[in-house]
């Protein structure tokens, strides 16, 4: 008989930064909070006919001021299989952006991977251009953004033979950067996210993916089911263009 053990926790929570209390018929005041913040880890184990572990953790931070807004995320993954180090990868954005109208503000993002068992050790784009809000009110929100940058990336060749064919250099070249943002609270209690990002270059075009759907059991607990996929169209001999990871958690609201 198989065990399976999952512990996944994901706390959201939000700092107020500048808080203002007035006592006027005895009620207290306060401002909403420039920032916000998020922190999720996942646990799960699998023993008999499968022995397995991994772990991912995830952190999130944003902050708002009026025609600013900054946000920053971490995201990292680990999978051993039989007692041995079968993926390691972890992931880090940031991006501030400068409102310009109602809809158009311009944006700066950087984008980093780290990954022993992919493709390539190191993934990194750095990007500035436009973005465009279609829609952005309480049930949809559209955001696409287009702009040109530059990319590093250094391949991967301890996954491969030495017979094979390979990529043996480093690219470093300018690129196009695309990204479409979705979110949409279909019903009171069930959110869907989806963020997509295309960089294409000289040597490869990349495209990343993030899909996420989150259904409230109460006001304090809710279902989280998130999929990341990352795809290169040219990789080297032995590798897979694709990686992804499939994770379900428990967020509990604070």
Known sequence: ?????????????SYNVYA??????????????PWHSQVEFGYQSHSGNTD???????????????????NGEWRFYKLDKNG???KRQSSYTLQSDYKLGPK????GSFRGTDSRYSAYFKDYTLSGGLGYQLTNTDTLLVELEVGPGYRYQE???????SNDVVFP??????????????EWQILRNFRLSADATLVGGDSNTRLDTDISVI???TEDIALKISQSRQYHNQVPEGLSKSDSILAVSLVFLF
């Open 155 to 161: 391949p991967n060749l301890d996954e491969i033979g």
């Open 169 to 182: 250099n480093l690219v470093r070249e300018p690129i196009f950067r695309s990204n479409l943002k979705t």
């Open 104 to 107: 158009m503000y311009l944006y």
């Open 20 to 33: 203002h209390e007035e006592t006027q018929t005895n009620k207290d005041i306060k401002t909403l909070s």
């Open 84 to 86: 041995k180090e079968n």
């Open 52 to 70: 397995s572990q991994s772990l991912n953790a995830r952190v999130k931070g944003e902050y708002i001021s009026g025609r600013h807004r900054t």
């Open 215 to 217: 259904n409230n059991i």
């Open 1 to 13: 008989m198989s065990k399976v053990w999952l512990l996944s926790i994901s706390l959201l929570t």
